[in-house]
C-alpha cells in the first residue's frame, strides 16, 4: 500500500513555456502533500507544502507564480511550472502523508524536467 | 537556525559494515528519519526512531540519542547495490521535515 504515482516521469520543454506535473495517491487519501526539488549531487529542497482544498505554503525563496500548486481533491496534487527556464531544469519530487499518519511521506519516483 | 550534518562521502568494501553519522539541531524532535536514494531515483524509507535506541531491520539498524542530538544508519554485509545516497532527515515540531545534505556511500568490490 502506500503507492504515490507521479506523471510524466521526464519531460523535455523549451524556454518560456509551461509544463504541469500531476501526483497522484493510489491507495489511500493524502490530505498533505509536499513538493520538493533536487539539483544534481544536492539533497532535496522543499519547495511547498499543500492541503486538500487550501492555498499551498510556499518556502522561502519559492516563486509562488512561478510553481503554481493546486490540490483539488485528496487524491492529486498538480506542480505547473510558469515560463519555464534553463535554470528550472531539475528533478521533482513530490510525496504524500495521510490524514491518519503524522509522521511517514510516500514518495513519488520523481519528473526529470530538463528546460531547452 | 535548523541544521543537520552528514558526512558527504563515505567509501567502504563489500561484505564489510559502515556506519553513517548524523547530528541534528532543530526546533522540536518528533523523530528522525533515514531515506536511501539512488542516482536519478526517489528516496525510499528506510527507518524511523522517534524513542532513544537501536531499531534493528535486517542488515539496516538505525540509532538515536535525543539528548546528543545524534543518529547513526548501520549497513551490514554491504552488497554492491547498497552503492546510493543515504539521507537523514529530522521531523521539527510542526511536522515538517528538515533534511540532511545526503551521505553518498561507493561501495568497491
Known amino acids: 500500500g502506500a503507492v504515490v504515482s507521479q506523471h510524466p516521469s521526464w519531460v523535455i520543454c523549451k524556454s518560456g513555456t509551461s509544463v504541469k506535473i500531476e501526483c497522484r495517491s493510489l491507495?489511500?487519501?493524502?490530505?498533505?502533500m509536499f513538493w520538493y526539488r533536487q539539483f544534481p549531487k544536492q539533497s532535496l529542497m522543499l519547495m511547498a507544502t499543500?492541503?486538500?482544498?487550501?492555498?499551498?505554503?510556499?518556502e522561502q525563496g519559492v516563486e509562488k507564480d512561478k510553481f503554481l500548486i493546486n490540490h483539488a481533491s485528496l487524491t492529486l496534487s498538480t506542480l505547473t511550472v510558469t515560463s519555464a527556464h534553463p535554470e528550472d531544469s531539475s528533478f521533482y519530487i513530490c510525496?504524500?502523508?495521510?490524514?491518519?499518519?503524522?509522521?511517514?511521506?510516500?514518495f513519488g519516483p520523481g519528473t526529470r524536467l530538463t528546460v531547452t | 537556525g535548523q541544521n543537520i550534518d552528514q558526512p558527504t562521502e563515505m567509501t567502504a568494501t563489500e561484505g564489510a559494515i559502515v556506519q553513517i553519522n548524523c547530528t541534528y539541531q532543530?526546533?522540536?524532535?518528533?523523530?528522525l528519519f533515514w531515506y536511501q536514494q539512488h542516482a536519478g531515483e526517489a528516496p525510499t524509507f528506510l527507518s524511523y526512531?522517534?524513542l532513544d535506541g537501536l531499531e534493528e531491520k535486517g542488515r539496516f539498524s538505525s540509532f538515536l540519542s535525543r539528548s546528543k542530538g545524534y543518529s547513526y544508519l548501520l549497513l551490514k554485509e554491504l552488497q554492491m547495490k547498497d552503492s546510493a545516497s543515504y539521507l537523514c532527515?529530522?521531523?521539527?515540531?510542526?511536522?515538517?521535515?528538515?533534511w540532511g545534505a545526503g551521505t553518498k556511500l561507493i561501495i568497491k568490490p
Open positions: 499543500s492541503n486538500e482544498g487550501s492555498k499551498a505554503t510556499y
Open positions: 510525496s504524500a502523508r495521510d490524514g491518519g499518519d503524522h509522521y511517514e511521506q510516500y
Open positions: 532543530t526546533s522540536g524532535f518528533n523523530g
Open positions: 491507495d489511500f487519501q493524502a490530505t498533505t
Open positions: 526512531n522517534v
Open positions: 532527515a529530522v521531523m521539527d515540531s510542526n511536522y515538517q521535515l528538515i
